[in-house]
């Protein structure tokens, strides 16, 4: 059984960053992929990126493409997203979670979220 929780989350200015941790614990992350996902206020939970757990990115979102990238360190057990350029519409609550395989749709294990508010 795997536990995913993350943290980094906050208020920003737009233009600014911030990096997104997730740390894994229950099993060894190295077996498994792990996806970011966000949920906008009233919208749908969308896919934003997916790190194979050979460390292959298989899919980065086109809304953020060039501004955020996924990364991961299975020595520590985490896995990361940094944001950069950060703009109001990415407000969102940001989910990580896993899986055997990347998932755009969903995956079988996720963390409660943390919230980004991107605002002047």
């Known amino acids: 059984q795997l536990q995913l929780v993350e943290s980094g989350g906050g208020l920003v200015q737009p233009g600014g960053s911030l990096t997104l941790s997730c740390v894994v614990s229950?099993?060894?992350?190295?077996?498994?992929?792990v996806g970011w996902f966000r949920q906008a206020p009233g919208k749908e939970r969308e896919s934003v990126s997916c790190?194979?757990?050979?460390?292959?990115?298989?899919y980065v979102a086109s809304s953020v493409q060039g501004r955020f990238t996924i990364s991961r360190d299975n020595a520590k057990n985490t896995v990361y997203l940094k944001m950069n350029s950060l703009k109001p519409e990415d407000t969102a609550v940001y989910y990580c979670?896993?899986?055997?395989?990347?998932?755009?749709?969903?995956?079988?294990?996720w963390g409660n979220g943390t919230l980004v508010t991107v605002s002047s």
């Open positions: 790190i194979t757990g050979s460390d292959i990115i298989t």
């Open positions: 979670a896993a899986d055997h395989f990347c998932g755009r749709s969903g995956m079988g294990y």
């Open positions: 229950g099993l060894p992350m190295a077996y498994y992929a």
